[in-house]
């Protein structure tokens, strides 16, 4: 049988079938009494080995046929729950995952699945020698647990899209935003009173059409937050910690996009929180806390922007060592280093080259430090900071743009073409004497409210055509990024718009201070600029 | 020659898209070509290669433009109506390549496509798949591996 066109719906949905066995076994470990849980866990397995039986991978199958065993052991009272199984469990979807992704990478699936098949095996062989002393019991305890359904299926219809598709229509829709354009000046020079009612019904229309699309496009942010327990959980026991972690928020809506961009950047915050953040439970003890560390991952909408708050309560950052290693590793010098503010001590820790850890521990620190964070962050146009107090612990907050593909710009003219410069990373915009421009080591300096700030000529940097022209007044815009500033000389300003941010494809790639493009109501293209690359 | 392989198979005719640059014959495989477009407003990339000549809107999607006569290293000529832009994709994205007309899509015989000769003109062969002779006419068949190689840029000047 051909099972190619079913492969992608098989990967998706036993994805979504590992990820609801990761969550149900954690939640058992919570309530190794409830069978309903058991139950489900049960279905799951089920499904995925039938999935994986009508595909043809054998391993998985044999795999979950043992989990399938030993939770049927499990509900059937013949074994308890104990966290060496659930490891064993977890361990083998684990396994199955792996097999998964690699079906997914072109692979075969096939795994040596033995050695866990056969300590399943064994667990749920175990059972049988005790199974007549607790059968008795069995009866009356089935039917007093077992009870609550545990409602994790989402019942809502959905299909699945792919994302192109969602690109495509999106494009689409621009189109058709252009020529409503054309329509509008057509109607207003007309005067014809049908003509313009017309125009104003496919412009509310439109308006709706487009939040529908962008709505589209969000996701739950708990599709990355999901594998989170199960990380923590391991991270935890694997370095000898005890670690509660508490999600909130996790329905909070925000751009796919997004989404797959910021994962690894909070699996390092978590892996730095655990490994670097929470003591170890004696530490903890004697200091006076609670002996289990807690991290709270909170998400919440604020206006444009979602924000994502780690916080964890463990002994924050020791600002001494920070201090000491940002010198030693010449981040700063000394003498500056004793100027420094205690916000100003705390970003340094996400500067390049900078690592705290005293030696090189499998979790943190292999040389990929915050500061891969904070750019990752900054690339998506959001910012990240820091607070911490001494001896109670750290706290990230982390502010998202809600949506990548649609920014507010200020337009400018450059020579004969039109470029667009991000509001997030304006200032502000002035229009200058060029008296007032000042030379220092001969780079043109102005001078913004008793800053010196560096000016950059954009035609310039863009290689254009320079006109030496003597002009009175010159346009500029001031931007920045984190606190340094600098002045983009541009010839004119067009305005502040909302436009749709697009790539410039896969042929282009890491072009100069431009981070995209986006059409203009002509139907022409303007690009993008990317202040951050501007300023050192 | 992965070209000229993938037309060897056992598919007698082969349909090519036929177009001008200077006063030669160039054919693409019709499946690479997704399709030919009258010129349209370009707007310039900054900091690329000389032979791209910017982005346009090809409904909806921002596509990248090359002037083939400058990739091909031939002289560059002003644009005028006869001017198209043939549309061309490989698995990852698209491609618009400027040339001077575009004049045929037609069906050849495979086996009329030859490995190129020693010397083709001035073309750099790297780009060149292979030569089709049919009739009297003689097409270069060009090959898109080498065409559409991204353009990377990797230092960051000052600023």
């Known amino acids: ?536 | 020659m992965t070209a000229t392989d993938s037309l060897n198979r056992n598919v007698e005719v082969q349909k090519i898209v036929v177009f001008r640059l200077e006063d030669k014959e160039y054919a693409l495989e019709v499946d690479v070509v997704e399709s030919i477009e009258r010129l349209m407003a370009i707007t310039k990339v900054p900091k690329t290669p000389s032979y791209v000549k910017g982005v346009v809107n090809l409904r909806g999607v921002v596509t990248p433009i090359i002037d083939l006569r400058e990739r091909l290293n031939l002289k560059v000529n002003p644009l005028d109506e006869e001017t198209r832009i043939i549309i061309v994709s490989n698995d990852e994205f698209d491609v618009g390549l400027i040339v001077d007309e575009a004049t045929d899509v037609i069906d050849i015989p495979i086996d009329s496509i030859k490995l190129q000769p020693e010397v083709v003109g001035s073309v750099e062969s790297e780009f060149i798949a292979g030569v089709a002779k049919v009739d009297k006419r003689l097409f270069v068949m060009l090959s898109l591996g080498k065409l559409l190689i991204p353009v990377k840029r990797v230092s960051i000047d000052e600023y």
């Open chain 1, 1 to 536: 049988m051909d099972t190619t066109q079913y492969l992608e719906m098989f990967l998706d949905e036993s994805k979504e079938h590992i990820q609801a066995c990761n969550e149900l076994l954690l939640a058992l470990e919570k309530n190794p009494d409830d069978l309903a849980i058991v139950n489900e866990i049960f279905r799951s397995a089920h499904t995925l080995k039938g999935m994986s039986a009508a595909m043809g991978y054998e391993d998985i199958i044999k795999l979950t046929h043992e989990v399938e065993n030993v939770l049927d052991a499990i509900r059937n009272l013949r074994i308890n729950v104990t966290t060496e199984i659930l490891d064993m469990l977890l361990k083998a979807i684990d396994l199955s995952e792996e097999m998964v992704l690699e079906i997914e990478a072109g692979g075969t699936g096939a795994k040596d699945v033995s050695e866990i098949a056969n300590k399943l095996n064994r667990i749920e062989l175990d059972t049988f020698q005790k199974e007549e002393v607790i059968e008795d019991a069995v009866d009356e305890s089935t039917n007093i647990r077992g009870g609550r359904a545990l409602n994790v299926q989402n019942s809502n219809k959905t299909i699945r899209v792919n994302i192109d598709r969602l690109d495509t229509l999106m494009n689409l829709f621009e189109e058709l935003v252009i020529d409503r354009g054309r329509l509008q000046s057509i109607a207003d020079e007309l005067h014809n009173q049908d003509l313009n009612d017309t125009v104003e019904h496919i412009t509310r229309i439109t308006g709706d059409l487009q939040s529908v699309i962008l709505k589209m496009r969000m996701v739950p942010v708990e599709t990355v937050f999901n594998r989170f327990p199960k990380m923590v959980r391991q991270l935890a026991r694997d370095l000898g910690k005890d670690v509660n972690l508490e999600i909130t928020g996790a329905k909070t809506e925000l751009d796919r996009m997004v989404i797959d961009e910021i994962g690894d950047s909070l699996v390092h915050l978590i892996r730095n929180a655990i490994d670097h953040g929470i003591e170890s439970p004696g530490v903890r003890l004697t200091k006076g806390k609670l002996a289990e560390g807690s991290i709270s991952l909170r998400a919440y909408h604020s206006g444009n922007h979602v924000f994502i708050e780690l916080e964890d309560d463990g002994e924050g950052v020791n600002k001494e060592r920070v201090m000491k290693k940002a010198v030693e590793n010449g981040i700063v010098t000394e003498e500056l280093a004793s100027k420094l503010r205690k916000e100003q001590i705390l970003e340094l820790i996400m500067s390049p080259g900078f690592s705290t850890a005293e030696t090189i521990t499998d979790v943190s620190g292999r040389g990929v430090g915050l500061d891969v964070v904070k750019s990752k962050i900054e690339s998506l146009g959001g910012y990240i900071t820091i607070t911490s107090k001494d001896g109670q612990g750290t706290k990230f907050q982390i502010q998202l743009p809600l949506t990548l593909s649609i920014i507010t710009v200020m337009l400018v003219n450059l020579g004969e073409d039109i470029y667009a410069i991000p509001l997030t990373s304006i200032l502000e915009v002035a229009i200058i004497r060029t008296t007032d421009i000042m030379n220092a080591h001969n780079r043109k300096v102005i001078d913004v409210k008793g800053n010196i700030v560096p000016l950059v000529d954009l035609k310039e940097v863009f290689e254009m055509d320079t006109v030496d022209e003597k002009a009175e007044h010159q346009a500029i815009i001031i931007v920045r990024k984190g606190d340094k500033m600098a002045g983009l000389l541009v010839d004119s300003f067009i305005g502040q718009q909302e436009i749709v941010l697009k790539s410039l494809g896969n042929y282009l790639q890491n072009i100069f201070a431009i981070s995209g493009a986006t059409i203009l109501g002509t139907g022409k293209v303007a690009l993008v600029v990317d202040c951050n690359a501007l300023i050192k």
